[in-house]
């Protein structure tokens, strides 16, 4: 394990979705042409003093009404790389979509870290559209309204460093307050860039994700993960089957369930 200021970071895969079409993770794909399938992660950033869980992944009642495989149950991904999620103190929530928030009962003892748009968005007036309001659970939102009272939820507007080498940064346009995870690692700074993009191809072909607020600032996010990663190829998207083929796996044991991200990928993967 690195020192205080460089981390090692993890993507646990916990859940999976095939036969997606072009159309479902591209605006303007061919309904007709098939696309990516798409992997759900959790991520663990920890250096030699802190531990950061970024994500929780969905609900497994949750993902199963929606059609969602699951895997490896979050807490049981970082159980197996030595993490005890009752005992996590610090969560990011890159945004309130319900396959990133929906485990958040599992880290009683943890402070979650949102961006105030996220919390304004989640619960103002672009919730009576569905379009906006598809990806969310209205109680999985209300929920973390609760932590809000009980003095759970760190507030952010904009960019913060939550510790040397770990900070946030309000990218937005896929929600209103989506954040990315900027980590200082033996490669450099990586980027996890959440739904920021989803896809390789999706920020590497400016092709944006069909599930948007501001298509505008999505496609300037792109822009925004490149000036934050020492290199494009350190910017891990949300959930690309890529990911698990690009980089090594966090052990023999856990091979098609964690890979490290604190190493160079593999382009040709």
């Known amino acids: 394990m690195g020192n205080s200021n460089t981390y090692e970071v993890f993507a646990i895969r916990y859940a999976s979705l095939s036969g ?25 950033a920890r250096s030699g003093s802190r531990t950061f869980v970024i994500d929780t992944g969905f609900d497994a009642t949750v993902g199963a009404r929606r059609g969602r495989t699951m895997i490896t149950p979050p807490d049981e991904g970082l159980a197996r790389l030595g993490v005890d999620a009752n005992s996590v103190k610090d969560v990011v929530i890159t945004h309130l979509h319900y396959d990133h928030v929906g485990n958040f009962g ?5 402070i979650f870290h949102l961006q105030d748009d996220e919390m304004a968005y989640a619960t103002g007036r672009h919730m009576a559209q569905k379009f906006f309001s598809q990806a969310y659970e209205a109680d999985e939102v209300v929920a973390m309204v609760r932590e809000v009272y009980k003095g759970r939820v760190a507030f952010h507007d904009g960019d913060a460093e939550l510790a040397p080498g770990l900070s946030l940064h309000r990218v937005a346009g896929h929600t209103k307050g989506l954040q990315v995870v900027r980590v200082r690692t033996r490669v450099g700074w990586i980027v996890l860039a ?21 298509v505008p600032r999505m496609v300037a996010g792109y822009r925004r993960l490149a000036e934050l990663a020492d290199a494009p190829e350190l910017i891990v998207p949300g959930h690309d089957p890529l990911v698990m083929h690009r980089y090594p796996p966090a052990s023999a044991e856990l091979e098609g369930i964690a890979v ?7 382009p040709s993967a």
């Open 20 to 44: 997606r079409k072009a159309s479902e993770n591209f605006i303007g794909g061919d309904p007709h042409e098939a696309g990516s399938d798409l992997d759900y992660f959790v991520w663990l």
């Open 106 to 110: 599992l880290f009683p003892a943890a």
């Open 194 to 214: 959440s739904d920021a993009s989803h896809l390789y191809a999706n920020m590497n072909e400016t092709r944006p994700f069909p599930i948007v607020y501001d």
């Open 260 to 266: 490290r991200l604190d190493h160079r990928p593999e």
